[in-house]
């Protein structure tokens, strides 16, 4: 079993007045918790504090991982629109205007348009999902976010035939973005990324609206982001304001920064190291005072993924 579980599940009696409860289901084997995101506002939504206070999150005993505390998964971050140290983002993210939010839907879709965050998430059950994110830098931490299949979006605004991509922006808004006015930056802006449409579709694909049973924080890329687990992190761009379906592979900001380190796939994968250091291990964060190494796995762990890759040549493609 590869998909780390949760037991967690939310009794109806615990979500707030604002969130309906509809059901409790079995998602790919992973218990999940679910709420109904209904016309749920961003600004409203909220799991029980005695959820995540009072019990906290235990260990997982079946795979043995740990979730991260909490404070290190918001104080070590990547967001390089606010700077390239780890804990900018947590510094300045929070003059980032996340509310009201909307995203525009472009290229070859049946139906294109803006549509506001409450529209994107209307009649679409929110689950928590365990992940573990594996950074190409080879940190890696257990996150478990709040969000939905990005699927679910994509079934709404219906690809065309010819749509083979899906290219994903960031915002870019200078004023409340202090990184994106460095003089010398290692990237461009705004933040772009994409995934082929079966990557996008696959089950494990989500786009997180919350983390430990809250929403999101502003450096955890508020108010929308997506989330790739079998991917190195920079996959999973944050606060998206612009989803775009393409027929060609979208250009992606790390592999516009540098193609021979960063590749379009970027799948964790063990066997392919960057250029510059190993892939074959990972830091757990967070660290103590003696270094915990654990071994990389092929796609994060994730094995369901390899059908996707089936043909292809992944030190290639990397
Ligand atoms: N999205 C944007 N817009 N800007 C970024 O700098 N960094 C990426 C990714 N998404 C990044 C981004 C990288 S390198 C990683 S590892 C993850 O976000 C980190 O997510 P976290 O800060 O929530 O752990």
Known sequence: ??????????????????????????????????????????????????????????????????ITPKKHATNHNNFFEFGTGKTDPAKHAHQMTVDPWSVEIEGLVEKPGKLSLEDVIKDIDLEERIYRLRCVEAWSMVIPWIGFPVKKVLDKVR???????????????????PGTKALFSSIEYPYVEGLRLDEANHPLTIFAIGMYGKVLPNQNGAPFRLVVPWKYGFKSIKSIVKIELTKKQPQTTWNLSASHEYG?????????????WSQATERRLPQGLIPRSIKTKMFNGYDEVASLYEGLDLKKNF
């Open 1 to 66: 079993m590869v998909l780390i579980k949760t037991k967690r599940e939310i009794p109806s009696s615990e979500i707030t007045p604002e969130a309906v409860y509809l059901s409790r289901r079995k998602f790919i084997g992973q218990s999940s918790a679910v709420v109904a995101a209904g016309a749920l506002a961003h600004s409203t939504f909220a799991l029980p504090d005695s959820w995540i206070e009072d019990n906290g999150y235990e260990p997982m005993d079946e795979i043995g991982e740990d």
């Open 159 to 177: 690809p065309l035939s010819d749509a083979k991509y899906v290219k994903f922006t960031t915002l870019l808004r200078k004023s409340e973005m």
């Open 264 to 276: 379009f796939y970027a799948n964790v994968n063990p066997k392919v190291d960057h250029p510059r």
